[in-house]
């Protein structure tokens, strides 16, 4: 498979830019893939009147329907976030069209490092604090930068406090129905019942999936975070509430309160009605992983090695669904049965 990307890249690389003189590309290799996405680091080397040009990239090619989208979207994203200061890598091209490699992809700077999650397993105390206050900086730094440099004017985000929730009940239920979910249905009621206290301080720009493994870490300790494709304008605690959760399920309650706290302290406030939106991230990580465990991960945009993965997981999940009760008192039997199903 690699030689075959190689082959093809080099063949894209040369129509793209061919004022570059003995352009090659070299050093090809497959990295672990995403859930979305298949990477591989290359380079790509051409002819200067200086010299040889080495830049040292990414390839990262997009999965499911909407991969052409998700790509382009992401390649907006990540170049608006730049201009904004915001630290991740830099992009260089993005193809919607699957033609030239099988499926559409962005390529971008490689980032030479490893993930904060690595450096944060490893760390001793002191360090692992550190870690956790440039992690909630980064956070809280992309909640405060102007959404409109990223959506423009919308009436809407700016007059509608309600927009977000409202948002969120709606796509929800056409989830629920598409896939057939009624047991999912009380826990629309049990939100809908709480609209009223959710109305939305202000529009911020959400990463939706903001964890330390995607946060990478230079050798000089300086910060680039990758992986935008669910980038969007919302009501930051939709994000927060999903990174609690995730702490929660894969490293512990008390890692989850650590953020929460440093969060807080560097916001200098605290966070207003935190629980419905901490089961709002429970429903969608139940709701991803009860379609896919029963209709495939492609179902969910994702590649169809993520049901494996999910499997593997069935701990973090089973602690998704207790921190979900938790925080509504209800019981999901679909889910309660898959889960059983896993063994």
């Given at each position: 498979?690699?030689?075959?990307?190689?082959?093809?890249?080099?063949?894209y690389c040369a129509?793209?830019?061919?004022?570059?003189?003995?352009?090659?590309?070299?050093?090809?290799?497959?990295?672990?893939?995403?859930?979305?996405?298949?990477?591989?680091?290359?380079?790509?080397?051409?002819?200067?009147?200086?010299?040889?040009?080495?830049?040292?990239?990414?390839?990262?090619?997009?999965?499911?329907?909407?991969?052409?989208?998700?790509?382009?979207?992401?390649?907006?994203?990540?170049?608006?976030?730049?201009?904004?200061?915001?630290?991740?890598?830099?992009?260089?091209?993005?193809?919607?069209?699957?033609?030239?490699?099988?499926?559409?992809?962005?390529?971008?700077?490689?980032?030479?490092?490893?993930?904060?999650?690595?450096?944060?397993?490893?760390?001793?105390e002191p360090e692992?604090?550190?870690?956790?206050?440039?992690?909630?900086?980064?956070?809280?730094?992309?909640?405060?930068?102007?959404?409109?440099?990223?959506?423009?004017?919308?009436?809407?985000?700016?007059?509608?406090?309600?927009?977000?929730?409202?948002?969120?009940?709606?796509?929800?239920?056409?989830?629920?129905?598409?896939?057939?979910?009624?047991?999912?249905?009380?826990?629309?009621s049990w939100a809908?019942?709480?609209?009223?206290?959710?109305?939305?301080?202000?529009?911020?720009?959400?990463?939706?999936?903001?964890?330390?493994?995607?946060?990478?870490?230079?050798?000089?300790?300086?910060?680039?975070?990758?992986?935008?494709?669910?980038?969007?304008?919302?009501?930051?605690?939709?994000?927060?509430?999903?990174?609690?959760?995730?702490?929660?399920?894969?490293?512990?309650?008390?890692?989850?309160?650590?953020?929460?706290?440093?969060?807080?302290?560097?916001?200098?406030?605290?966070?207003?009605?935190?629980?419905?939106?901490?089961?709002?991230?429970?429903?969608?990580?139940?709701?991803?992983?009860?379609?896919?465990?029963?209709?495939?991960?492609?179902?969910?945009?994702?590649?169809?090695?993520?049901?494996?993965?999910?499997?593997?997981?069935?701990?973090?999940?089973?602690?998704?669904?207790?921190?979900?009760?938790?925080?509504?008192?209800?019981?999901?039997?679909?889910?309660?049965?898959?889960?059983?199903?896993?063994?």
């Open positions: 498979m690699t030689d075959t990307i190689h082959h093809r890249l080099q063949r129509r793209a830019f061919p004022q570059r003189e003995g352009l090659r590309v070299t050093h090809v290799a497959a990295l672990e893939a995403g859930w979305e996405s298949d990477l591989y680091a290359f380079n790509l080397e051409y002819q200067k009147d200086t010299g040889l040009v080495r830049q040292e990239l990414i390839l990262r090619l997009h999965q499911g329907g909407h991969a052409g989208a998700k790509a382009a979207g992401e390649f907006r994203t990540m170049r608006r976030l730049n201009e904004a200061g915001y630290p991740v890598p830099r992009v260089h091209l993005v193809e919607e069209d699957a033609a030239p490699l099988g499926k559409p992809f962005l390529i971008m700077e490689r980032i030479e490092g490893q993930s904060m999650y690595a450096d944060f397993l490893q760390a001793p692992r604090r550190r870690l956790l206050t440039l992690f909630c900086t980064l956070f809280l730094r992309l909640h405060r930068l102007d959404w409109r440099h990223f959506a423009g004017r919308d009436d809407a985000l700016d007059h509608d406090p309600y927009i977000f929730i409202d948002r969120w009940l709606q796509h929800n239920r056409e989830t629920i129905v598409r896939y057939e979910l009624p047991d999912f249905f009380p826990l629309l809908d019942s709480r609209r009223e206290a959710l109305a939305c301080p202000r529009p911020s720009p959400v990463h939706r999936d903001f964890h330390p493994d995607n946060v990478l870490l230079r050798p000089d300790g300086s910060p680039a975070v990758i992986d935008w494709t669910g980038f969007g304008i919302s009501d930051y605690r939709f994000d927060l509430a999903w990174t609690l959760a995730l702490a929660d399920a894969h490293v512990g309650p008390a890692y989850r309160t650590a953020v929460l706290q440093e969060y807080q302290r560097l916001a200098g406030a605290e966070v207003e009605h935190l629980a419905p939106f901490e089961a709002f991230a429970c429903v969608r990580r139940l709701l991803d992983a009860t379609i896919s465990l029963t209709r495939g991960a492609e179902a969910r945009g994702m590649r169809p090695e993520a049901v494996t993965v999910m499997k593997q997981e069935k701990e973090a999940y089973a602690r998704v669904y207790e921190m979900l009760h938790e925080r509504t008192g209800l019981h999901i039997p679909e889910v309660e049965a898959l889960l059983a199903s896993l063994g």
